[in-house]
């Protein structure tokens, strides 16, 4: 099986909604909404968690990709959709704290009740497998200083943690990048893939398997140390970005005014789901570490996510496109 029909069958199964009918339960579905493209980070996190939460609840889990606008499709859905904890968002901070600094938007953060943290993933800067231009990060670092502008890098979309960690990565290394917004990882791996564009950051979740593969090669992680899934490919830190760190955390959310008591049935069922040997193992695969928190830590979290990226807004740094 060549690379390109094996990329197009992990797609298509990720395309699929996901539902285990065989243990239906009386009672509304779960529908975690996946605010991105099948085969992104959340959308692997998402699937990786999605059978013990069932099994947790003992109703049915569906996932649900809404793709579009850099999240806010998918967080709008939720954000007006009834608080009663069968509608929930799988996402990063980013979509509910970023993208109402950038654009307009139904929703901000206030518009969620947090219910806990799921996962934590290292970034990585990911180029070709067959690019003979960088050996390392310090030459594609030395290029983009020395052609402004012209180094075509992929993220996520506007105002994902993809997107975030690339205005980190520019203004640490003193670089400006093109920076090409897509509908979620997957299409831009697809494209890096293809030769369209010469860079992508990704979370390992959806990078791992192509770089595994050859397809796509690691340059670095953007994590305070290196990651045990790649434990030869350098952290950035190491490549001379002093104190530089930029990881995801992926997070779980129902629509403001969901009664209390069902957002700690949530969170419940939640954090035993991590705590369970072949969820962790699952999400290990993938480069992901699971990791339960509180609502309340959530929160705390998000509101710090919030107010970093009322700075950047500020300065001008955040835009609804590059």
Known sequence: MNRRTMLAQIL???????????????????????PFAPGGNLDVVARAIAPALEQNLGRNVIVDNRPGAGGVIGASAVARAEPDGATLLVTTPNAVVVLPKMTRTNFKLASFSPVGLMSTTSLVVVVKGGDTRFKDVEALLAYARANPGKLAAGHAGPGTTNHMALLQLEDAA??????????GSAPALVDLMGGQIDMVVDQLTSSAPHIQSGALRALAVMSRDRDATLPKVPTLREAGLANFEATTATGLLAPA?????????????????????????RLQ???????????????ASLQKEDARAQALATAGRLKAAE
């Open 174 to 183: 003193k670089i400006r990048l093109n920076q090409v917004p897509y509908k």
């Open 12 to 34: 298509a199964l990720g395309a699929a909604p996901y539902v285990l009918s065989a243990r239906a339960q009386p009672g509304k579905p779960v529908t975690l909404i996946v």
């Open 257 to 281: 005014g969901t009664p209390a008591a069902v957002i700690d049935t949530l969170n419940a069922a939640l954090r035993k789901a991590l705590a369970e040997g072949s969820v962790k193992s």
């Open 285 to 299: 695969n993938v480069g992901s570490v699971a990791q339960a928190s509180s609502p309340q830590e959530l929160l």
